[in-house]
């Protein structure tokens, strides 16, 4: 077990170098670049922003300003903004933590709605919960997650007036008590967790039901049915069990869509995360700003995929025993 999760923990870093260099390339090869946005203000000549260019190294090769910029990674140096010259890292650690709440709300709603959606599907195959949960699936499938967003803030945020529709938290927030805080900011986690995670906990529970169909079909369900066991512990306990190997290695795979999503509904709910962060130094062009993002983006989803193994090790004996 030992040699496999060093053989992941290799693997990892080579899949993360490999990250930086094409993210880096594609960043520095898109069409605009940070001097021209300085266009817009008459007061800045041409000689100064050529001195800026020359300030942060985008006259260098691209080849050697990668290099200069992975040293300074490894140090946890990402640079400075070219925005508003703050830390990057500063800037990230300020809006990691909303990030983090996000994506950890929705992957659990994912598992336990999804799993628990999908068990109760195969329990009562072709029943009416099935069928309806079925129409909701596909249209978890089919809405996109933008479209979603704009249409539940219309109608929950502005026509019902029950839920806000932007930032974590209220202006007021400091002036309400202790319980009226944490309401207040679960009222604006509400629509934000909801869309991250509909399309996510539709696929998880389509999967889990057929996987579910197939192990009651099996024959050990059978004879352990035939001798008098409970169905509920049958479902929840025998087959289940086997049903939650592949649902780890999913949750896994559906981290990055979570985090990539994040760039798309945070900005529209104003959420104050990476995404939005993300969005606004992608604009900006904003170089430090964005690769800083883009590596820790890609840190995060590769441990969160290196956890995934680490409990498929755990659930799954006979990986623990190759």
Same mark, same amino acid.
């Given at each position: 077990?030992?040699?496999?999760?060093?053989?992941?923990?290799?693997?990892?870093?080579?899949?993360?170098?490999?990250?930086?260099? $094409? *993210?880096?390339?594609?960043?520095?090869?898109? +069409?605009?670049?940070?001097?021209?946005?300085?266009?817009?203000?008459?007061?800045?000549?041409?000689?100064?922003?050529?001195?800026?260019?020359?300030?942060?190294?985008?006259?260098?090769?691209?080849?050697?300003?990668?290099?200069?910029?992975?040293?300074?990674?490894?140090?946890?140096?990402?640079?400075?903004?070219?925005?508003?010259?703050? +830390?990057?890292?500063?800037?990230?650690?300020?809006?990691?933590?909303?990030?983090?709440?996000?994506?950890?709300?929705?992957?659990?709603?994912?598992?336990?709605?999804?799993?628990?959606?999908?068990?109760?599907?195969?329990?009562?195959?072709?029943?009416?919960?099935?069928?309806?949960?079925?129409?909701?699936?596909?249209?978890?499938?089919?809405? +996109?997650?933008?479209?979603?967003?704009?249409?539940?803030?219309?109608?929950?945020?502005?026509?019902?007036?029950?839920?806000?529709?932007?930032?974590?938290?209220?202006?007021?927030?400091?002036?309400?008590?202790?319980?009226?805080?944490?309401?207040?900011?679960?009222?604006?986690?509400?629509?934000?967790?909801? $869309?991250?995670?509909?399309?996510?906990?539709?696929?998880?529970?389509?999967?889990?039901?057929?996987?579910?169909?197939?192990?009651?079909?099996?024959?050990?369900?059978?004879?352990?049915?035939?001798?008098?066991?409970?169905?509920?512990?049958?479902?929840?306990?025998?087959?289940?069990?086997?049903?939650? $190997?592949?649902?780890?290695?999913?949750?896994?795979?559906?981290?990055?869509?979570?985090?990539?999503?994040?760039?798309?509904?945070?900005?529209?709910?104003?959420?104050?995360?990476?995404?939005?962060?993300?969005?606004?130094?992608?604009?900006?062009?904003?170089? +430090?700003?964005?690769?800083?993002?883009?590596?820790? *983006?890609?840190?995060?989803?590769?441990?969160?995929?290196? $956890?995934?193994?680490?409990?498929?090790?755990?659930?799954?004996?006979?990986?623990?025993?190759?």
């Amino acid at each position: 077990m030992i040699k496999l999760l060093l053989n992941r923990i290799v693997v990892l870093f080579i899949t993360f170098i490999g990250i930086t260099v $094409i *993210t880096f390339v594609v960043i520095n090869i898109s +069409p605009g670049k940070p001097q021209d946005m300085m266009d817009m203000s008459t007061r800045i000549s041409f000689e100064a922003k050529q001195r800026l260019v020359k300030l942060y190294g985008l006259d260098k090769p691209l080849h050697i300003r990668y290099f200069n910029w992975f040293l300074r990674v490894i140090r946890l140096d990402f640079g400075t903004s070219f925005k508003d010259d703050k +830390p990057v890292l500063k800037k990230i650690s300020e809006r990691l933590p909303a990030t983090l709440l996000l994506n950890i709300l929705s992957l659990g709603i994912i598992f336990f709605v999804g799993c628990t959606i999908g068990i109760l599907s195969a329990m009562y195959q072709n029943k009416f919960f099935d069928k309806l949960t079925t129409i909701v699936v596909f249209l978890g499938y089919s809405i +996109p997650r933008y479209w979603l967003a704009i249409l539940c803030m219309i109608v929950f945020g502005i026509k019902l007036n029950w839920l806000p529709i932007s930032g974590l938290r209220s202006v007021n927030w400091e002036y309400l008590p202790f319980v009226g805080k944490i309401w207040d900011i679960l009222k604006h986690l509400i629509l934000p967790v909801a $869309i991250s995670s509909f399309s996510g906990l539709a696929g998880l529970a389509r999967y889990v039901r057929g996987s579910m169909i197939e192990q009651l079909n099996c024959e050990y369900i059978k004879f352990a049915l035939s001798k008098g066991t409970q169905r509920k512990k049958v479902v929840f306990y025998h087959a289940f069990r086997n049903v939650l $190997i592949p649902v780890v290695t999913i949750l896994g795979l559906s981290l990055p869509d979570l985090i990539g999503g994040g760039f798309i509904f945070e900005t529209i709910f104003a959420y104050p995360g990476m995404g939005r962060l993300g969005y606004e130094a992608i604009m900006a062009r904003d170089y +430090p700003l964005i690769m800083g993002i883009g590596t820790i *983006t890609a840190a995060l989803t590769l441990l969160g995929n290196f $956890i995934a193994d680490i409990v498929y090790v755990y659930v799954d004996p006979r990986v623990r025993y190759k």
